[in-house]
């Protein structure tokens, strides 16, 4: 049972955590060229469309892998409860960190691809200005997010105190 919940939690990491890392780096690259395409009159529109479908893309991207996910600690939690490495080191270590970056994926990221895809829709509310500003932060953001999901496959990988030697 404990290969085949790891199996499905490797699985999962690779089909949900690989597209979202993905999608959230691409992301501000494309928005940068979106929103200077958008506030640029003699900008081509078709470049302008091309941008802005691209941003909406990697923004939904981001929400639904974000989203699948979550299957990644639920299914790691379960094969440690059957490893029985609960209380491991490295265990909780990997899962706050793993919280932190569904953190700073939450919190940082989402809510500032948001702002980007609605300034680009021409929404009411919606600030370009304040959307371009925010670039610099979200691809910090984007950035943070990667690094703590790569300490965290070290630390699954590596297991430092492990004796399951599995």
């Known amino acids: 049972m404990a290969k085949f919940l790891?199996?499905?939690?490797?699985?999962?990491?690779?089909?949900?955590i690989g597209p979202v890392t993905?999608?959230?780096?691409?992301?501000?690259?494309?928005?940068?060229?979106?929103?200077?395409?958008?506030?640029?009159?003699?900008?081509?529109?078709?470049?302008?469309?091309?941008?802005?479908?691209?941003v909406r893309l990697l923004y939904r991207i981001t929400q639904v892998y974000a989203l699948l996910g979550i299957a990644v600690p639920v299914l790691g939690i379960g094969t440690a409860q059957v490893m029985g490495v609960m209380g491991s080191a490295w265990l909780i270590a990997s899962?706050?960190?793993?919280?932190?970056?569904?953190?700073?994926?939450?919190?940082l990221v989402l809510p500032r691809q948001e702002a980007v895809v609605s300034a680009l829709a021409g929404q009411p509310d919606a600030n370009p200005v304040s959307a371009?500003?925010?670039?610099?932060?979200?691809?910090?953001?984007?950035g943070v997010f990667s690094l703590l999901w790569a300490v965290v496959t070290v630390l699954m990988v590596l297991r430092p105190g492990s004796t399951t030697h599995a």
């Open 95 to 107: 899962l706050a960190i793993t919280v932190v970056a569904a953190l700073v994926l939450l919190v």
């Open 22 to 54: 993905v999608a959230a780096s691409m992301f501000p690259r494309k928005a940068k060229a979106a929103l200077a395409a958008a506030g640029n009159p003699q900008a081509a529109a078709g470049e302008l469309a091309e941008n802005a479908a691209s």
């Open 6 to 16: 790891l199996s499905l939690h490797v699985l999962a990491a690779i089909i949900a």
């Open 132 to 142: 371009a500003a925010g670039l610099k932060l979200l691809t910090m953001s984007t």
